[in-house]
């Protein structure tokens, strides 16, 4: 509070001088009423009224002033603010292929940090399924060939393979609202959890791998922005970059869509309105997608309904107008795969089925006060249910099985051969989170700018899921028993942050420089008590632009430099997952007559996991952009080194068993463990932990050239990707070889955390936009040209062999004669390389869209149009296709 | 007195001459030996004739062109076998008048025990899901000898026949082996009588019966000799009162001894001189596959998946192949053809001696019910 009012005092001689403006449709002059009037970038807001008028109290100086309304094209303009009482006067245009500009294809805006952002008319051009379709666009992503739902999808940012502690630190925020699924639990085991393929036969699941995107509709999207270097302090929870959807908000026309592919069909409706004169606007929005894996089969199909409701208004609109924006959301989707009963065999089912609501109140106060100009806020309550359910024929032999909930020898029962399992796992997340900002926004000079910003923000989240069960026992998953998820504790993390942004001119130049940091206490046990500890996240963005009007052909220089440090806290289901029970067979007497059929267990609960810290990302980056001979290129060198990524291990543990000789037992008595003999064996027993000890570095240059606009052919040309590369370290700290020889003892070999392998990736990839536009013929054609130069995956494993071998009552230190020895081969870990190098790969994907009126919009695209799809041998040996095969589709846009 | 003692010695001496007589009522027995298909006569072969009613055995060498001859055996039931370093013949005779009779040697050895049957496809539950705790494998004294199961090994080749063998460097004298379990005992604990089997089972039950084995199952097995049990997984595989194999060796094929269910086991039978641990954790091609010399193996069948002509092992093993046809949770099984049985009273339902020429295609019958102790 200090640092604040030392900051501010010598810049409190300022001012604030009243600005007035009038928004008028442009052929018509008819007054545009709810358009959402922002100033340098969101820094003053506010509403038109129902005559189209605005105010804004502004410090004298320029400014860049954006305008949006929905059905028009945004439009943005330097004004000068002084002290001549006027209304300034702005016309919007309406939103059609007539207009000469258009953006197809995402653009960068920020001189900044590197952000991409991407339009409405992109993602309508794009004929999107779900917003995992738009991270296409970022430069170096690759094309997404399949118009498809069936398969989860996660955030893809600078990765070249879809990387785990990528996706999962990489936050989504709708209007503000963290879209988070940290409290999400639907997995059966840890060891299922798997980013690259959903394991067949069990239900999809997105634990501990982000938000599943394809959740995400993009019908109801204004624009997106990906942050894939620094983000602002105010972002937190995430250690990748932020996905920032603005949905739309206010007036709009009727909109309806109706898209079809092969196996996907979608179809969506919006509309927005006044509710009364001087009552706010209401938004609403529908839309239902589903698709079929397999066209052939309607039995293994994703489905998705979801509709949002928002209402905005705004208050004390003369002088300090507070925007306010309430908007609910509902949503459920269906990931069903049961057998086809045509095929005559009994049915069985892998699903789940999740759906929710959420409320996302948000907006802004420009109170224009001394100190304080702007007060930002957030609170959000959501809840979402989930359910995954299986359902199977367990057949084939007949196995003996505890369902004891309690250490110790208990009584188990034998299965029989086949019956009929089911489980479920019923997840309750519900999370809210409250977020108040407040903003100090002056001018320096006469082009310049201070703003200083400080916030809090808490979160929780917590699951209140009935958990798992099954019926009537367990399906494969032995070690599993119910558990309830509403014992669990909750999520709580509680978070300050400030940060100054400054615009300073100097002579030509312009100098930014943006300095924050934030302060997360995760696992917040009151306000200074804290479980995971405090983590400062210091954050650094700045840019020297150098614009040079005189000179024709270098036009343009910017020069920016990032670096920030970034937490993730793990999610509830590393944190606290189930614990493992081990049943250990003591006796087992098996017989003719059901009556003296015995099997006692002895069962052990393992509860203790490493503790885990949040993972730390430290990015840094750095970026030229500049512009020669009209050819704008920018060019964007990162390093980002992830540590503390979590990661599973297997964990041993040896547990004592007393084993009753039955063989003095007649086979049709029922034995008595009291009367028998018994011997104490020691049985090693296997369970996945997670662990923080998985390491990331990321290090790339991202490139986007734009060769602008050649008239005679009505065509931009821009060509843009990456070259990039992944290493992931993982690290070994027990195991024990799966031995074949029932002569080899079980001893557990401790390699205490050696490094057992790098995975490295890198991918070098052009894409080469063609974007023709004819505003006469109302036409848009785009060709997308990929390029993937070369495509590289290294695994080398490292030479490791034990510290020491631990039996059930000893650890021996491993020797160099025992490496020496045959007995001891297989706990010798060899050092080995695999490469798989892939040679250039050619796709084109081709979209076309045609307005005919201003109500009727048809848009096609092809993907993979060549079809091409060479072989490739792979080192396993294995015959992969690359590229997926041809496929289509078209849908229209109907406006009224 | 002395007249009368005189007579009566005399009747004695006559009759103990005439009983004389009678023992010495002998019969010849040629036997012409042909060379095996495409190769030479080899050049010493013995050829020994054992009569299976006193267990005498007779032995004579070949000629030049493979012709024997015993002068002088008295009538009986005879096995006669003709063996040199690489040849073998079996017949057997019954030897009531002179007789004539031809051989055709056969590259490779004969078994003693021999693999009589196998059950590996498994059956289909009411569901019409796979069940295939029924396996088992039907094994057979074919010889006139009692034999004892103590020691033997059940070992599974390597490799799975669904594409060329990598093995097959190794195929002339050895056979690589993914599994091998051995039948308990101190050498004298499990006596097979001549032309009797046993059987090892997955799971020793009564699979058609037990309430929670399966109603469909073409077998109850209640009464199977052993069993194989795997204490893998704790609690995954039921021991049942069947003694169970000694695991030696054994591969990760989920919690209980389960053949492939398309045929891509090839079995044999292993006698492994001295501690069978001790010779695998020498003899180990990598961390999971061990390597066993072809001269120790009793019986081999070169067991086929569908549709598959990768053969694994060498002639003198199996020169042939068997394939169920009907494939997997069939229900049916493959069985050695029944050469012929022998009845001389004394065994009351007589003894089986199954066809054994080392050619599976041509010694087993395929896509056959299956029969535990039984033959066509």
């Known amino acids: ?896 | 007195m002395i007249k009368r003692l005189l007579s009566v010695l005399l009747i004695a001496m006559a009759l103990i001459s005439c009983e004389q007589e009678d023992v010495t009522v002998t019969y010849r027995l040629d036997v012409k030996l042909n060379p095996a298909t495409g190769e030479k006569m080899p050049e010493t072969i013995t050829v020994n004739a054992k009569n299976e009613t006193n267990g005498q055995t007779y032995a004579t060498t070949a000629d030049a062109n493979g012709a024997a001859v015993f002068e002088t055996l008295s009538a009986g039931f005879y096995t006669v076998t003709a063996s040199s370093e690489a040849f073998n013949a079996v017949q057997n005779i019954e030897l009531f008048d002179d007789i004539q009779t031809t051989m055709t040697l056969i590259k490779g050895k004969l078994g003693k025990f021999v693999i009589k049957e196998v059950y590996y496809s498994g059956s289909t539950t009411p569901a019409q899901k796979g069940y295939y705790s029924d396996q088992f494998i039907e094994i057979h004294n074919n010889s006139a000898d009692t034999l004892y199961a103590d020691g033997l090994s059940i070992t599974i080749h390597a490799w799975y026949g669904m594409s060329e063998n990598p093995y097959a460097y190794m195929a002339a004298d050895s056979m690589a082996i993914q599994l091998c379990y051995t039948v308990p005992g101190n050498g004298t604990d499990h006596p097979v009588a001549p032309g009797k089997s046993f059987i090892i089972a997955q799971d020793a039950i009564n699979h058609q019966s037990d309430e929670l084995g399966n109603p469909n199952s073409p077998v109850n097995l209640a009464d199977a000799e052993f069993e194989f049990y795997s204490t893998r997984f704790t609690g995954k595989d039921v021991d049942h009162p069947a003694p169970n194999l000694i695991p030696n060796l054994f591969p990760f094929i989920g919690s209980d001894v389960t053949m492939h269910n398309r045929g891509g086991n090839a079995l044999a039978l292993v006698r492994i001189p001295g501690d069978v641990d001790d010779f695998l954790k020498n003899n180990m091609i990598d961390a999971m596959r061990a390597k066993i010399p072809n001269k120790w193996v009793e019986d081999a069948v070169e067991i086929m998946p569908v549709g598959k002509t990768f053969k694994r092992y060498d002639s003198t093993l199996d020169a042939g192949t068997v394939v169920l046809e009907a494939g997997a949770k069939s229900g049916l099984s493959i069985r050695r053809k029944v050469s012929h049985i022998l009845s001389d009273g004394r065994l009351s339902e007589g003894r089986v001696i199954y066809m054994d020429t080392n050619n599976s295609s041509n010694d087993f019958l395929h896509d056959v019910t299956p029969m535990p102790r039984g033959h066509e």
């Open chain 1, 1 to 896: 509070m200090i640092l604040w009012l030392c900051i501010s005092t010598p810049l409190l001689a300022q001012s604030d001088l009243n600005y007035t403006g009038k928004v008028l449709q442009t052929d018509s002059d008819e007054s545009i009423p709810f358009a959402y009037v922002t100033v340098n970038g969101g820094d003053w807001g506010t509403i038109t009224n129902e005559t189209g008028q605005f105010n804004l109290e502004l410090p004298a100086g320029r400014y860049i002033i954006n305008i949006a309304c929905l059905g028009y094209e945004e439009l943005h303009q330097e004004i000068e603010v002084t002290n001549k009482w006027e209304t300034n006067t702005f016309h919007l245009k309406i939103s059609s292929l007539k207009l000469p500009n258009i953006d197809v294809i995402a653009q960068q805006k920020s001189p900044v940090s590197s952000t991409t952002y991407i339009s409405q008319n992109a993602i309508e051009h794009l004929q999107t399924n779900s917003v995992s379709d738009l991270l296409q666009l970022l430069p170096g992503n690759l094309h997404n060939q399949q118009a498809y739902l069936k398969k989860p999808t996660y955030a893809s940012i600078r990765d070249v393979n879809t990387n785990y502690s990528s996706s999962l630190g990489t936050t989504i925020l709708l209007d503000g609202m963290q879209m988070d699924n940290n409290a999400t639990m639907q997995h059966f085991t840890l060891s299922t959890i798997n980013i690259h393929e959903q394991r067949k036969h069990t239900p999809p699941a997105s634990t501990g791998l982000g938000l599943d995107l394809r959740q995400l509709s993009t019908d109801n999207i204004a624009s997106i922005e990906v942050i894939k270097g620094i983000p602002s302090v105010e972002y937190g929870g995430l250690t990748t970059g932020a996905i920032v959807i603005t949905t739309k908000a206010g007036l709009s026309p009727w909109r309806a869509r109706f898209k079809s592919t092969g196996n996907t069909r979608l179809a969506s409706l919006e509309k927005g309105f006044l509710v009364r004169k001087k009552q706010g606007a209401m938004n609403i929005n529908l839309d239902y997608a589903q698709n079929h894996a397999d066209l052939r089969s309607p039995f293994d199909a994703y489905k998705r309904l979801s509709s949002g409701l928002s209402y905005s208004d705004l208050f004390f609109s003369r002088a300090k107008p507070l925007m306010f924006n309430a908007r609910f959301r509902l949503y459920r989707s269906m990931d069903d795969n049961r057998t086809d009963p045509d095929t005559m065999k009994p049915e069985e089912v892998w699903s789940l089925e999740q759906k929710g609501a959420s409320a996302n109140i948000y907006g802004n106060w420009n109170i224009s006060g001394k100190y304080i100009s702007r007060i930002k806020y957030q609170f959000t309550a959501a809840y979402d249910q989930e359910q995954s359910y299986s359902k199977r024929y367990i057949s084939s032999e007949i196995k003996a099985l505890s369902l004891s909930r309690e250490p110790g020898l208990n009584t188990g029962i034998f299965l029989p051969s086949e019956f009929i399992g089911e489980e479920w796992i019923d997840g309750l997340p519900v999370r809210y989170q409250g977020q108040i900002s407040v903003n100090q926004i002056k001018k320096i000079a006469s082009n310049g700018q201070h703003k200083l910003m400080a916030g809090v923000e808490y979160k929780h989240s917590q699951n209140k899921g009935d958990g798992k069960r099954y019926a009537p026992y367990p399906v494969d998953k032995t070690f599993i028993r119910p558990n309830k998820f509403s014992a669990i504790p909750a999520i709580r993390n509680l978070a300050f942050y400030a940060e100054e942004s400054l615009k300073l001119p100097v002579k030509e130049a312009t100098v930014y420089l943006t300095a924050g940091a934030r302060w997360t206490n995760m696992q917040a046990d009151g306000l200074f008590k804290s479980q995971l500890g405090w983590h400062l996240e210091p954050r650094l963005n700045s840019a020297i632009t150098l614009l040079n009007q005189q000179h024709r052909h270098f036009s343009y220089l910017n020069l920016r430099a990032g670096i920030g440090q970034h937490y993730k806290a793990p999610p509830l289901a590393f944190l606290y997952p189930s614990p493992t029970y081990i049943d250990l067979v003591s006796l087992m007497h098996y017989s003719n007559n059901p009556e003296a059929r015995t099997v006692l267990f002895t069962t052990y609960i393992l509860t203790e996991t490493p503790q885990l810290n949040p993972a730390a990302n430290l990015k840094k980056e750095v970026g030229i952009d500049f512009t020669l001979y009209g050819i704008h290129t920018q060019l964007t060198f990162y390093k980002e080194v992830l540590k503390n990524g979590f990661a599973t291990e297997l964990d041993y543990t040896w547990l004592s068993n007393k084993k009753y000789d039955t063989s003095g037992v007649d086979a049709a008595t029922k034995p008595d463990p009291e009367q028998l003999p018994f011997s104490t064996e020691y049985n090693l027993a296997a369970r996945t932990v997670m662990n923080n000890k998985n390491k990331l570095k990321k290090t790339g240059m991202e490139y986007r050239i734009d060769f602008g606009h050649i008239r005679p052919i009505y065509t931009n040309i821009l060509v843009d990707g990456a070259w990039k590369q992944t290493l992931n370290y993982y690290y070994i700290n027990e195991f024990t070889p799966e031995s074949v020889l029932s002569s080899q003892k079980k001893t557990i070999g401790l390699y205490q955390n050696q490094l057992n392998n790098t995975l490295k990736f890198s991918q070098f990839s052009s894409k080469l936009y063609l974007v023709t536009h004819v505003p006469q013929l109302r036409w848009v054609f785009s060709g997308s040209f990929q390029f993937i130069w070369n495509h590289k995956k290294i695994n080398e494993y490292y030479y490791n062999q034990p510290k020491a071998l631990q039996t059930a009552d000893a650890t021996i230190p491993f020797t160099e004669e025992m490496a020496q020895n045959q007995d001891y081969n297989l706990y010798i870990k060899e050092a080995k390389e695999d490469v798989d190098q892939y040679p250039l790969l050619f796709s084109t994907n081709l979209r076309l869209s045609k307005e005919i009126g201003d109500w009727f919009k048809l848009s096609v695209f092809v993907n993979n149009f060549l079809n091409y799809r060479p072989l490739y041998q792979n080192d396993s040996h294995n015959y992969i296709r690359r590229n997926n095969t041809s496929n289509f589709g078209a849908e229209i846009i109907l406006r009224l």
